[in-house]
């Protein structure tokens, strides 16, 4: 059997006592994982507890757009290459549930209303997302989960509720492929931080390329592109799974974050 791992983070920037409440989305993914839940199952699963807790900017605590709008974006991706992702849905605590029903279908990525419209014919949650108190800064403190299972398969998500006081189009890196998410050949790679710096990068594509070629370690990978690609002022994170499945995660702020791994 494949040693099983689990690790998440809450964002770049984000406030490092939000740890603990990233471990008890992890441990209960990881008795998911021991009952013999697949990682994609797993993935969204600690996923959405994320977005159930109000700490952080992801469904039922993102923050609002400068329209006072709350949409929020994730994404979906396994190692065999499915995808899913939804960009500012509206009334929607849960839209990494909505990415995961579009990793099978014939379009991989829906936007909007159309999204809502989507869901709402498949009956997923339709809900007023409360935002969180205005005054708290919720520009990077998103969520993103990756998890192997016992039989080898990669899953990760990532969710958010973008930026505050942004467009209501605006669209960050979290749901875009190849820039906030990206897996194959054994190996995950999830960012966070200020989306459109991470989006002009192609970030977690190019990081994961750079350790699939074998060309750096995931580590040395993870700390040459935090400190080459991105000045101190922007504030960047990195988590992920290496073939070996272990787990990593840098950042040059404050990333709380949380892993969990099997015998």
């Keep these: 059997m494949t040693r099983m791992a689990i690790i998440a983070h809450g964002g770049a920037g984000a406030n490092p006592d939000a740890a603990p409440n990233i471990q008890k989305a992890v441990d209960i993914g990881a008795a998911s994982l021991m009952s013999g839940s697949s990682a ?3 993935a969204v699963l600690v996923c959405s507890k994320l977005e159930d807790d109000p700490l952080f900017n992801a ?12 949409l929020v974006d994730a994404s ?3 190692g ?5 992702f939804v960009v500012s849905m509206p009334e929607t605590p849960n839209p990494v549930k909505v990415a995961a029903g579009l990793i099978d279908e014939d379009i991989n990525g829906l936007a909007g209303v159309g999204a809502r419209k989507w869901a709402d014919e498949r009956n997923y949650l339709r809900s007023p997302v409360v935002p969180r108190p205005t005054g708290k800064d919720g520009s990077t403190d998103t969520v993103g989960v990756i998890v192997v299972d016992s039989d080898g398969n990669l899953a990760l998500a990532t969710s958010t ?8 189009g605006r669209v960050g890196d979290v749901p875009l492929p190849g820039c906030g998410f990206w897996a194959g050949s054994g190996v995950a790679v999830a960012a966070t931080g200020i989306g459109e ?6 970030l977690s594509f ?7 070629s074998g060309e750096k370690t995931m580590p040395d990978a993870f700390d040459e592109a935090i400190k080459n690609m991105f000045g101190p ?3 960047i994170g990195l988590i992920g799974i290496n073939r070996d499945c272990e787990t990593y995660a840098r950042a040059n702020t404050s990333m709380p974050w949380a892993q969990w791994s099997s015998a």
């Design 59 to 70: 469904g039922t605590g993102s923050v609002t757009r400068s329209d006072g709008s709350v």
């Design 197 to 202: 710096a991470i989006t002009k990068q192609i």
């Design 206 to 212: 190019r990081v994961h390329n750079t350790v699939t």
């Design 40 to 42: 994609l199952e797993t």
């Design 161 to 168: 509720g973008g930026c505050s006081d942004r467009p209501a």
């Design 233 to 235: 002022e922007t504030e």
């Design 76 to 78: 979906v991706q396994t």
């Design 80 to 84: 065999d290459g499915r995808l899913g």
